[in-house]
C-alpha cells in the first residue's frame, strides 16, 4: 500500500530555510512511471504547486517562488526533499508531498496525495 | 502562467440534488484538467483526470466534461459525504496551477 510521509520542523524562523523531507514506502520513487512533487497550502486558501522531480534529477519549479527552491531526491532512502530558503510569513501552510502521473512529460495529475505537515513561519 | 478560474466559489445543494461546477483555463490545455475533492484538515484526492476520465474507486455520480478552455465537473445525486472544496487543475503546462476552489455546502 502505498504511502507517503512528510517530516521536518513544524516551525521555521524568518529568513531562514525550510526543509522537508518526503519518505515513500509501498512503491520505488526510481520508477519510470512517476514524477514526485511538492503542494502547499496556506491557511485557509488554495492549493499552489511548488516544484516535482524525476527519480534521475530533472527538477521543475514554480517560478514565482523566485528561486528559492530546491527539489531533490535520494533514492536509495526512497526519500525526496524540499527546500525553501529565505522563508517569511507568507510561506506558513500545509505542505503536501505527492506522487505526479501523466503522459510523456506532462507528469501533473497529482494521484496520490501525503496527509501533509503544518510549518509555521515565526518573526 | 496559466490562470484557472473556477465558478462558483461556493456552492449550496440538498442531498440528491445534481450540481455542476466550472472551470476555464486562460489559455488552451487541451484536456489536461484534473479535478481533486478537499474535505476538511484531509489531503485533497483526485477524482478526475484529463477532463473526464474516473480515478479509481471513485463513484460514478461524479463526471467530468469539457477541452480546450472550459470544463465542468458534476455530481449527480448528491450524498452527505460529497460536500466538500472542489478545485480544478490543469496539467497541460507547469506550473501545473489549481483553480480558487468550489466550496460545497449543504
Known amino acids: 500500500q502505498l504511502q507517503l510521509q512528510e517530516s521536518g520542523p513544524g516551525l521555521v524562523k524568518s529568513s531562514e530555510t525550510l526543509s522537508l523531507t518526503c519518505t515513500v514506502s509501498g512503491d520505488s520513487i526510481s520508477s519510470s512511471s512517476y514524477y514526485w512533487g511538492w503542494i502547499r497550502q496556506p491557511p485557509g486558501k488554495g492549493l499552489e504547486w511548488i516544484g516535482s522531480i524525476y527519480y534521475r534529477g530533472s527538477t521543475y519549479h514554480n517560478p514565482s517562488l523566485k528561486n528559492r527552491v530546491t527539489i531533490s531526491v535520494d533514492t536509495s532512502k526512497n526519500q525526496f526533499f524540499l527546500k525553501l530558503s529565505s522563508v517569511t510569513a507568507a510561506d506558513t501552510a500545509i505542505y503536501y508531498c505527492?506522487?505526479?502521473?501523466?503522459?510523456?512529460?506532462?507528469?501533473?495529475?497529482?494521484?496520490?496525495w501525503g496527509q501533509g505537515t503544518r510549518v509555521t513561519v515565526s518573526s | 502562467d496559466i490562470q484557472m478560474t473556477q465558478s462558483p466559489s461556493s456552492l449550496s445543494a440538498s442531498v440528491g440534488d445534481r450540481v455542476t461546477i466550472t472551470c476555464r483555463a486562460s489559455q488552451y490545455i487541451g484536456t489536461y484538467l484534473n479535478w481533486y475533492q478537499q474535505k476538511p484538515g484531509k489531503a485533497p484526492d483526485l477524482l478526475i483526470y484529463t477532463a473526464s476520465n474516473l480515478h479509481i474507486g471513485v463513484s460514478s455520480r461524479f463526471s467530468g466534461g469539457g477541452s480546450e478552455t472550459d470544463f465542468t465537473l458534476t455530481i449527480s445525486g448528491l450524498q452527505p459525504e460529497d460536500f466538500a472544496t472542489y478545485y480544478c487543475q490543469q496539467s497541460y503546462s507547469p506550473p501545473y496551477t489549481f483553480g480558487q476552489g468550489t466550496n460545497l455546502e449543504i
Open positions: 505527492a506522487r505526479l502521473t501523466g503522459i510523456a512529460a506532462r507528469r501533473g495529475i497529482i494521484d496520490f
